[in-house]
């Protein structure tokens, strides 16, 4: 499994609005946190040669909350996701499922008898 990384919008009003709107904003504090190194689909790090071309997010609302998941996408996981009609990647959309259920957890009472 993919190591996570973790980073926070300088402003909650960048997270909110439309993505066509922000995305550079929103790429910019990916990568000044240090949480936009790798491209969120292939995992392959950032470089000279590979830099940043997309960015897609997914939004989860439920009893827990609101939890948004944004990755950015090389050149190649980018076009790729454009070709299938702009829809994030499967293991993105597994990723951002998985965020949510950790989260609810947390949210859970202690309780149990190990």
């Known amino acids: 499994m993919r190591k996570m990384e973790r980073g926070t919008p300088g ?15 929103i790429a910019e504090n990916m990568l000044a946190s240090g949480a936009g190194k790798h491209c969120g689909a292939c995992g392959k790090p950032f470089t000279a040669a590979r830099k940043w ?33 702009g829809r994030v990647p ?8 998985h965020s949510y259920d950790a989260l609810r957890l947390m949210q859970e009472p202690l309780g149990g008898t190990a």
């Not at 499967?90 to 499922?97: F, H, P, S, T």
């Open 90 to 97: 499967a293991d993105l959309k597994q990723e951002a499922r």
């Open 53 to 85: 071309r997309g960015v897609v997010r997914i939004t989860l609302a439920g009893e827990s909350g609101l939890m948004l998941n944004t990755w950015l996408l090389c050149g190649k996981c980018n076009s790729e996701a454009q070709r299938n009609g």
């Open 11 to 25: 402003q909650i009003d960048l997270a909110l609005l439309p993505l066509k709107e922000v995305r550079e904003q």
